[in-house]
Each structure stands twice: as C-alpha cells, then as structure tokens.
C-alpha cells in the first residue's frame, strides 16, 4: 500500500537524518496556524460573502417595494407656497420566469464561488506544506554542513598529528584543508537558502518558523491507487466543480433572456395629498389614493432579445467546452501529482538504503585509515558521499511532501486535517 511504504520508509528516515533538539513545531501545527490568520484566505472568504448577497438581490425583483416622495416649492401664479407628499407601493404579480430564472443563476454562481474558495484555501495548504518541506530540507542541510565541519575539524586535526609523527604527508593535511573549506562554502549556501525559505514560510504561515519536526506520518486522506485518484479528482477536484456551477448558472441565464419576451403583471397602489399657501393661511386639497394593475408585452425589441438569447447559449457552449478542459486539467494534475509522488517515493527507498551504506562505509574507511589501509582521498570521498547521502534523503522526503499535498489538491482532498 502506497501509505505503509511512507510510513516506513519515513520512519526509516528519521532515524538517518539529523533532528533538531528540543521542541520542533509540527506540520500540523503550521496548518492550523496559516488557516487561522492567512490574509488571502481571509479575502476569499470576504469576497465570498459579498457574493452570497446576489441571490438575495435577485430575490427582491419580485417583491413588494414602496417608496415615498415629496416636494414643496413657491410660485407666483396665485399659489405662493405649496408642498405634496405621497407613497407608492409596487408588487409584481407575474414576471413571467425572469426572477426565477436570476435567482437560479445567482444560486449557481454562489456555489461556484464556494469552490473557488475552496481550491484556494487548498492552494495556501499547498503552500504550506512547500515552505515546510523546504525549510526542513534547508534545516537539514545547514546541520549536515556543520556535522560534516566538526567532522573535518577533527580529521585535519588528526592529520596534522600524524603528519608531526611522519605517518602523514602535507598533501594529506592540504586535501583535508581544502575539503573542509569546500564544506564551509556549503555550509554559506545553505544558510542563505535558508533564510530564504524563512521567509516564505512567515509569508503563509503567518509567524517564524523555529526547529521543524521531520517526524511527518502520511496524509490519511491520500488515494490508495491511479485510478481511484482520478476517480476522486472527478468527484471532488474544486475547480472543476466550481466550472460545472458555472455551467448551471449559464444555464439559468438563457431562460433568464427567454423570459425578457414574456409579459409581465405588476400590481401598484399610491396614496398622496397636496397643501398650499395663500394669504397665510394652509390649505389642504384633496387627498388621492390609486389601486391598478400594469400588463408590459414586449411587442419590438428591435432583435435585442433574441441576440441576447443567442448570446447566452453561445456563452453556455463555451462554458460546456471549459468544463470538458477542467476536467482534463484535473485528471493531468492527479497524474502528475501521482508520479511526482512514486518518484519521490522510490528516491526516499534508494536513499534510506544509500544513507545506511555510506554510514557504513564512512566508518570503516576511518577505522582501515587508522591502520595505515586507506588513504585520505579514500577518507575524503567516503565523507562526500555520507554528506552527499544525508541530502538525498532529506531531498526525497521534502520532495514526497510537496508530491503529496499536490495530490491531495487535484483530488479535492486538501483540507486542515489532511496530515493530522
């Protein structure tokens, strides 16, 4: 099974590559934190709430409305000064389909944009875990550099006694020199690379990364098989649900355009009064009250609705083919994010397996050096390669923890539990 060859092969892992001493934050822990105070996420959930008003909106289209008015002005036509006021109440009885048709609309585009929200708090996730994996590698590689230094230090120290005692020539104190400094020059890169991804990783998170656990189980929720992944990211990828909302609302909208050409049945009432101003005194007319019904028919439009019919099925089309497109970007991803993963998987066994023999090798190399059996070359290659080893492993496994997320994202399942 794909999870309990991670799990050993991490755990095999761990016990090669350096840890950090002391309290090392989790993965888990950096998820909850960027999912807590990560400000994109924070905007997309805001404008998803703005969102949300458009079916309400669309709902007030057929309800009763009122509103009320007034004036006051003077004249000098024997008036003087004179005011009205007056309220006016609409209710439309019959719309003929047009704010069905728009709620329906509205209601698609607002689950659209839930997906939309939902890919991209799965995209920050994603992010997440990148900046995790990196600066775990970079923290490894920084400690690899400065074990292999202490390392050296003590090898160029041991040289130079031989050396003084005639078992060891200057060419093997100045080969042991020159390798030292190479791992100093290393060890400035790392450091560098480090910083760096610092810095992401306080960019999405939200804070500063301490020590990292590298004790990192498995997604539970990651597919078992290619074929079950595909079948996930069918069902549940959120870009490709988000574009078959968008289908449904363009839908919605060619009945919303057909329904321009029916009639429509309102039902309107007003009451008003009137006052006047003459020789100082007020008087009122007569006040006035008005219940009627109104019919529109549209009769010519001049072609406008029919080119707007036209052009919501057209607008449907493109986005049946887009959905088509969706849903082979999400089956790509799936396979790419899938051999990503048997990739990384198949480099964090090699390692591991590599790690072990290099440890081996290093040791009895120094114990024949010891004895006069190998040389300092043989010394200096078989701490290369125990190096060279440690950054493998330590690749593969950041490697099989950015496979996974990605995974995790094309098949809808990358959510704050997914590396509990």
């Known amino acids: 099974m794909v999870e309990r060859r991670i799990r050993a092969t991490l755990l095999v892992a761990a016990t090669l590559v350096v840890a950090a001493p ?6 888990p822990e950096a998820i909850a934190a960027a999912w807590a105070g990560n400000p994109e996420l924070a905007a997309a959930r805001a404008r998803q709430e703005a969102l949300a008003e458009t079916p309400r909106q669309a709902r007030s289209a057929g309800r009763l409305t009122a509103a009320a008015s007034g004036n006051a002005g003077y004249d000098e036509l024997g008036y003087g000064r004179s005011g009205s006021t007056g309220v006016v109440a609409t209710l439309p009885i019959w719309t003929g389909g047009r704010v069905a048709s728009a709620v329906r609309a509205a209601d698609a585009d607002v689950a659209s944009g839930a997906e939309i929200v939902r890919d991209a708090e799965a ?6 875990v990148a900046a995790y994996a990196a600066l775990l590698y970079n923290q490894q590689a920084v400690e690899v550099a400065r074990v292999g230094i202490e390392r050296l230090d003590r090898q160029v120290a041991e040289a130079q006694s031989r050396f003084g005692l005639g078992q060891a020539t200057r060419t093997d104190v100045a080969q042991l020199q020159a390798q030292r400094a190479s791992v100093v020059a290393n060890l400035a890169d790392a450091e560098s690379a480090l910083a760096a991804t610092q810095a992401a990783y306080r960019a999405v998170v939200g804070r500063d990364a301490g020590a990292l656990s590298d004790a990192i189980a498995p997604s539970p929720l990651l597919p078992r098989t290619l074929a079950d992944a595909r079948t996930a990211a069918e069902r549940a990828n959120p870009l490709l649900l988000a574009q078959r909302r968008v289908v449904d609302a363009s839908a919605a909208r060619i009945d919303q ?9 309102d039902l309107a009432g007003g009451y008003g ?9 007020w008087r009122g007319f007569d006040s006035a009250a008005s219940v009627g019904a109104t019919v529109r028919i549209p009769l010519l439009t001049g072609g406008l609705i029919g080119s707007r019919v036209r052009q919501a099925e057209a607008t449907w089309r493109a986005d049946r083919y887009q959905t088509d497109a969706a849903a082979r970007e999400a089956v790509r991803g799936t396979d790419a994010a899938w051999a990503d993963l048997t990739a990384a998987q198949a480099r964090l066994r090699a390692g591991t397996e590599g790690l072990a023999a290099a440890d081996l090798a290093l040791k009895g190399v120094r114990a024949e050096y010891g004895f006069g059996l190998r040389s300092t070359i043989d010394i200096l290659v078989a701490d290369q390669s125990f190096r060279a ?20 994202r094309a098949v809808g399942r990358m959510q704050p539990d997914a590396f509990r």
Do not use: C, F, H, K
């Open 389 to 408: 080893a440690q950054l493998d492993v330590a690749r593969a496994q950041a490697d099989m923890l950015t496979a996974q997320a990605a995974l995790l």
């Open 273 to 281: 009064r009137g006052w006047r101003s003459a020789g100082g005194d």
């Open 257 to 265: 355009a057909r329904a321009e050409r029916m009639p429509g049945l």
């Open 22 to 27: 002391g309290y090392a934050e989790t993965l």
């Open 123 to 128: 995209a920050v996730l994603q992010r997440v």
